[in-house]
């Protein structure tokens, strides 16, 4: 597609239930990472994915959180047992490899998460 | 460790007023890349600049200029004769050139308000 798609734009879920974010990179683009923003604060890294490489999980704030991709496509973040921090804009960028990226990284819309 | 530091957490000018958003970052790399986002209320970060750490010459697009001082390990971003339209979050950010070392580190934000 043109841009990176991310679905849903929002989501309400009650604390403890399961939640899965979708994001859908540009095509081509080989690299795609996770972010997280809280209310009025930065960007807070989760994951890393480029290409077939083991993903960079560094960012990821406790084991209920992971995300996967198959290949260079669609990526899925899922949170389990959610609890009210984890309200928060989840977004999703991706890039061409470091050597031919020129422009950093671009962003989708993100999914606004309400814990309730 | 790297860090991306923005003072300024709220700015707020008159419109044709010029205004400039700092950033101070911390890294023990010795080539990096330094990156402004603009996030309009729609959320989505929009990509508006990059900087090489060993090409210090200064650039102005438009109304946009960037001043980048490594002894000072500043990259600060001067906006002229503000707009309504320039009213965004402003993000600076940082990210070692090295291979497998993509992931961004962003600042706080600066909440930049024109008013008319």
């Known amino acids: 597609g043109a841009g990176v798609s991310q679905s849903p734009s929002n989501k309400v879920t009650e604390k403890g239930k399961d939640v899965e974010l979708r994001c859908d990179p540009i095509?081509?683009?080989?690299?795609l990472y996770w972010y997280r923003q809280r209310l009025g604060q930065g960007l807070e890294f989760l994951i890393y994915?480029?290409?077939?490489?083991?993903?960079?999980k560094s960012g990821l704030p406790s084991d209920r959180f992971s995300a996967e991709r198959t290949g260079e496509s669609v990526s899925t973040l899922t949170i389990q047992r959610t609890q009210q921090e984890d309200s928060a804009v989840y977004l999703c960028?991706?890039?061409?490899?470091?050597?031919?990226?020129?422009?950093?990284?671009?962003f989708g819309s993100g999914t606004r998460l309400t814990v309730v | 460790a790297q860090k991306v530091t923005q003072a300024q957490t709220e700015i707020s000018v008159v419109e044709k007023e010029d205004v400039t958003l700092d950033c101070v970052y911390e890294?023990?790399?010795?080539?990096?890349?330094l990156f402004w986002y603009k996030q309009p209320p729609s959320g989505e970060l929009v990509f508006l600049i990059r900087?090489?750490?060993?090409?210090?010459q200064n650039e102005i697009s438009g109304r946009y200029s960037w001043n980048f001082q490594k002894s000072t390990s500043s990259f600060n971003f001067t906006i002229t004769a503000s707009q309504v339209v320039d009213s965004a979050v402003y993000f600076c950010?940082?990210?070692?050139?090295?291979?497998?070392?993509?992931?961004?580190?962003f600042g706080q934000g600066t909440r930049l308000t024109i008013n008319p």
């Open positions: 960028a991706s890039s061409l490899p470091s050597k031919t990226d020129n422009y950093g990284y671009t």
């Open positions: 095509s081509g683009h080989t690299a």
């Open positions: 994915f480029q290409g077939n490489s083991a993903p960079d």
């Open positions: 890294t023990r790399d010795t080539t990096y890349y």
């Open positions: 900087r090489n750490s060993f090409d210090e």
């Open positions: 950010a940082l990210r070692p050139v090295i291979q497998g070392a993509q992931k961004l580190v």
